[in-house]
């Protein structure tokens, strides 16, 4: 077994959760790797940091917000201690900082799997519409905006219902120009601007989770659907499907763009049985762990494309496999807290 | 002649899988009977015959039945299309 010690994000396995504690499980679960997990967390209740059979040692990290500067400095602390083989961010909000930043990484010893600062950009929210013309998929209308007004100003372009999409989080279905406003306010207070509008497209949601090797190829591909959708439009159960349609989308995305990386491409099929690709998160989703007892490990698969190794597609996967997330009240003691709190490590 | 598609799994306990869509769905043991029926390529007049001579119905009552059953079999998306 190949002994590493992988550093990771999005240890907030909470009701609307990050991929972190399922990206390790499926590490965990690998065969060939023998990892010591390093967790980074931005928050003391992450509740990854206290999870000590999965996360080995878990260092608090500085906000993306706060600039590249301050995080890689921690980064560089941590590294002299754990000595990180692979690094894996977890949250949209931080892959900008940590793309930017891969280069000072590589030379620090530190290897990660993202995608290109093009991949990343060109398929915002807020640049879909230019996406799919460019890639021939299709795709909702939207209109990024930046106030109320500049909807006014779009307004023929839309019918109502309209989604009203944050930055990197967040979708409302808006009925009339009144929700409308109150979704705009509440999505810039959270995640600032732009706020997209994104055309309503009637059907059932589809996900995709892929991993694309950099080259064009598709390592894996295991599409689902939500069988339990929280009130926050969150997956609480799901289940894998068969439907080659969905895999040849996939192929199609990841080899014309040459896809580095996790990935979950979010598409709406419609009565008519076509796809409308509403969102492409570029990293792999917090329901990862469906496509490993699925039989594709795909966080296995990621580390070792980060190492350099040579990864061959995976073939087929278990279809009408079942995922039931559940809470779970984990207890610990006030010094860990106090450990994680202070000294910023546990 | 209608078709179910290939695909749909049906269990011995009258479970019933759609994998493209990933619904599932339950039959009574009548129900599982006739789809079966209906999946193997049998008409209509076969699956009357065979219902009518097994059970106490009659062909009126059970022809409205089939195709009130072949619709629901149709809006679920479980039939190959016309």
């Known amino acids: 077994?190949?002994?590493?010690?992988?550093?990771?994000?999005?240890?907030?396995?909470?009701?609307?959760?990050?991929?972190?504690?399922?990206?390790?499980?499926?590490?965990?679960?690998?065969?060939?790797?023998?990892?010591?997990?390093?967790?980074?967390?931005?928050?003391?209740?992450?509740?990854?940091?206290?999870?000590?059979?999965?996360?080995?040692?878990?260092?608090?990290?500085?906000?993306?917000?706060?600039?590249?500067?301050?995080?890689?400095?921690?980064?560089?602390?941590?590294?002299?201690?754990?000595?990180?083989?692979?690094?894996?961010?977890?949250?949209?909000?931080?892959?900008?900082?940590?793309?930017?930043?891969?280069?000072?990484?590589?030379?620090?010893?530190?290897?990660?799997?993202?995608?290109?600062?093009?991949?990343?950009?060109?398929?915002?929210?807020?640049?879909?519409?230019?996406?799919?013309?460019?890639?021939?998929?299709?795709?909702?209308?939207?209109?990024?905006?930046?106030?109320?007004?500049?909807?006014?100003?779009?307004?023929?372009?839309?019918?109502?219902?309209?989604?009203?999409?944050?930055?990197?989080?967040?979708?409302?279905?808006?009925?009339?120009?009144?929700?409308?406003?109150?979704?705009?306010?509440?999505?810039?207070?959270?995640?600032?601007?732009?706020?997209?509008?994104?055309?309503?497209?009637?059907?059932?949601?589809?996900?995709?989770?892929?991993?694309?090797?950099?080259?064009?190829?598709?390592?894996?591909?295991?599409?689902?659907?939500?069988?339990?959708?929280?009130d926050k439009g969150k997956a609480w159960g799901g289940i894998t499907l068969e439907d080659p349609s969905m895999i040849e989308l996939t192929d199609k995305i990841i080899s014309q763009t040459q896809w580095r990386g996790g990935m979950e491409l979010e598409l709406i099929r419609t009565t008519n049985n076509e796809f409308s690709l509403i969102e492409i998160n570029p990293r792999l989703p917090a329901w990862v762990y469906l496509a490993v007892a699925a039989g594709q490990n795909l966080p296995e698969a990621l580390v070792r494309l980060a190492m350099g190794e040579d990864v061959q597609p995976f073939k087929g996967y278990d279809i009408g496999k079942i995922f039931i997330r559940y809470s779970y009240d984990l207890i610990t003691d006030l010094h860990e807290f106090e450990q994680l709190a202070t000294k910023g490590e546990l | 002649m209608l078709k179910i598609r290939k695909n749909i799994a049906i269990s011995d306990s009258g479970f019933v899988f759609d994998p493209l869509s990933g619904e599932s769905f339950s039959l009574n043991p009548i129900g599982m009977e006739i789809l079966h029926l209906v999946k193997n390529g049998q008409s209509f007049e076969y699956v009357s015959k065979h219902i009518l001579n097994k059970y106490e119905v009659d062909a009126e009552t059970f022809e409205r039945y089939f195709y009130d059953f072949i619709s629901t079999l149709k809006l679920f998306n479980l039939t190959e299309p016309d």
């Open chain 1, 1 to 230: 077994m190949q002994k590493l010690t992988i550093g990771l994000s999005g240890l907030n396995n909470i009701d609307s959760p990050g991929p972190g504690i399922p990206v390790i499980r499926g590490i965990r679960d690998s065969k060939i790797l023998d990892a010591r997990i390093v967790g980074l967390a931005y928050e003391n209740l992450e509740p990854g940091a206290y999870m000590h059979k999965l996360v080995d040692k878990t260092y608090k990290v500085p906000y993306p917000s706060d600039g590249v500067e301050p995080l890689l400095e921690r980064l560089r602390y941590i590294h002299e201690k754990e000595h990180i083989d692979v690094l894996i961010p977890n949250f949209d909000s931080e892959l900008f900082t940590y793309m930017k930043s891969e280069k000072t990484l590589e030379e620090m010893g530190i290897k990660t799997f993202l995608p290109t600062l093009n991949q990343f950009e060109e398929r915002h929210k807020s640049n879909l519409p230019e996406y799919g013309k460019k890639y021939g998929v299709k795709v909702p209308y939207s209109e990024p905006i930046a106030s109320f007004r500049d909807f006014v100003q779009h307004r023929d372009k839309f019918e109502f219902p309209v989604v009203v999409k944050g930055k990197f989080y967040d979708a409302y279905i808006a009925f009339d120009m009144d929700q409308l406003a109150m979704f705009f306010n509440k999505i810039t207070a959270k995640w600032g601007l732009p706020v997209v509008i994104q055309e309503f497209v009637k059907g059932t949601e589809v996900n995709v989770i892929a991993l694309g090797d950099g080259k064009g190829n598709t390592i894996g591909a295991v599409p689902m659907r939500k069988t339990y959708i929280t």
